[in-house]
């Protein structure tokens, strides 16, 4: 029998979203598009979370509303695995769609905005049961009861209004309503981000256990690096669409190779105050609606030649889990035959540098 946690339970192939930029006037001629998320691809196997990171405007937050269909993309596959088969969502109905949509739950930035401020918390973690006709009445509330309790939120404060709540207690209610499905792909958009840092602490550690103990599959889509790197397996950075670098988290950040990489990590900020700041990449973010030719990254990057201003550099493998889109790193094809060159040459044996 094969193992289905080794499989893809998402992969997501050549997935684009460009919205039209139309014309002033009458005539309303199309005249370009905002490549909003450009051909991006990857899986993502049972139980791990990959991290999605960029500055505002890189894609991140449109690729997962294009996978979880509410955006329709404008192209490419968006599989999933459902009763052990593989089902291209992008390809889906509103109507066919429906039964998967409980499958796959969203938890948004602003606690604040996703819960309804009239309807008590106990009805709001109680209502996927109720849209989806789940068990009766009783079984539902005993159900919202001991999710509510396993987010640390005490049952019986079940009856009260979500305003009674801070922001965190917020967000917790917000990770019971997704998780009263046992859907099997969350995608978390910037979860922490409207949160003080001491509390995106315990909301990070709260999804951490969630993840270990319900074996979830996530997408957590986040600007702050830090954050991701307590959560998940895999990173992948975006810059103006597209995936700029694609590893396992450590390996991301032991070594970013990506030199939009590199600067966004070296502005983490450091808590040893002798180490000055830095304050990250410089210049203006590329504008999605009017790319620069070649690799968009070109005009804030200090390793750029002329190769960068004219083409766009293709994903590439440069070890066995890392991708990269940058025309100055070899691949793992041309590192082996400069290895062997060398070998040949020297007559040593070389160590591959990372
Ligand atoms: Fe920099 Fe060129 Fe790599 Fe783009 S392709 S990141 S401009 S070195």
Redo the contacts with the bound molecule.
Sequence with gaps: MSDQTAQPILSVHDLCKHFPIYSQGLLKRQTGNVKAVDHVSFDLTQGKTLGIVGESGCGKTTTGRAILRAINPTSGQVHFRHDGQMVDLAGLSNKQLKPLRRQMQMIFQDPFASLNPRMTVGALVREPLDIYHIGTMKQRTEKVKQILARVGIRPEYSTRYPHAFSGGQRQRIVIARALILQPALIIADEAVSALDVSVQAQVINLLAELKEELNLTMIFIAHDLSVVKHICDEVAVMYAGRI?EKAPTQQLFAAPH???TQTLLSAVPNPDPDVPMNLGVTGEVADVGNLPN??A??PR?E???A??KQTI?AQRHTDNQRLI?????PTLDEQSHREHENETANGIQVINQP
């Design positions: 700029v990506h030199p939009y070649g690799c990254f070109h990057c390793h750029c030649e190769i960068c550099p889109a940058c025309h100055l790193k």
